[in-house]
């Protein structure tokens, strides 16, 4: 039998990333990040000053990046104002998460890895592909990349999608049958956001229908997001 949480009823989250930490605790481990995970954790015993975490979206990218921005008090840097950054960064470490989510300022981010490594301090860069795809003209600045540490992140695989999914429901202090847990693993697609949507999406309804989760209800969910439907109709 399903356990349902019997606390009276909240306001429920609008927000898809809302009540989800970013803490070393909460990050779920397995093949498909763990090079990247223990990289994070070497820091600062890195093997380059500039180190790029690549990965397609929602592989978790942004949640080492918190966890790697935390641990380092490293200033997190807007791509579209490098510049602004640099001046103020002094020795501390520097992150800019998806920096190639447009077009590269290519200008900005050289003169930051100069001084980055002027100052004997370190760069975290997050992005969806390897350095060389990023179109980069600027000679200099391709020399500094190929120098960095590239490690790749895969797309979930189905150890830590369960287990992101089972701790987004505990976070929601609710109790999840394993088996609804894998049929949600097999149904949606490969990606830890998408996790994200499903368990606040199964939450919200099974509160308001009063009911727990079970694979029916999950069927239910996944079939309609499928469709492309914004909101149920209760």
């Known amino acids: 039998m399903t356990a349902q949480r019997t606390d009276p009823p909240r306001q429920l989250p609008l927000d898809l990333g809302h009540g989800t930490g970013y803490s070393r605790d909460e990050l779920v481990v397995s093949g498909t990040n763990s090079q990247a995970a223990a990289l994070v954790d070497r820091w600062p015993d890195w093997p380059s000053p500039v180190v790029v975490l690549a990965g397609p979206a929602g592989s978790g990218k942004t949640h ?52 980055v490594r002027g100052a004997g301090s370190t760069l975290l860069l997050t992005a969806r592909r390897f350095p060389a795809a990023w179109g980069v003209s600027l000679p200099d600045l391709a020399s500094r990349l190929k120098a960095a540490a590239t490690v790749e992140i895969h797309e979930p695989d189905d150890l830590l999608l369960a287990g992101v999914i089972t701790k987004l429901f505990a976070d929601r202090q609710v109790e999840v049958e394993p088996h609804v847990v894998q049929y949600l693993v097999r149904r949606i697609e490969r990606s830890l956001a998408t996790a994200m949507r499903v368990v606040e999406r199964l939450d919200r309804i099974a509160l308001e229908r009063k009911m727990p989760i079970t694979r029916a209800l999950a069927a239910e969910t996944v079939s309609v997001m499928d469709e492309g439907q914004g909101e149920f109709e209760i």
């Open 64 to 115: 080492l990046a918190a966890i790697w921005r935390a641990h380092a008090n490293a200033v997190a840097v807007d791509a579209g104002r490098i510049g602004d950054s640099i001046a103020n960064l002094g020795a501390r470490p520097a992150l800019i998460d998806d920096v190639d989510a447009g077009t590269v300022d290519e200008q900005g981010l050289f003169h930051l890895i100069n001084a």
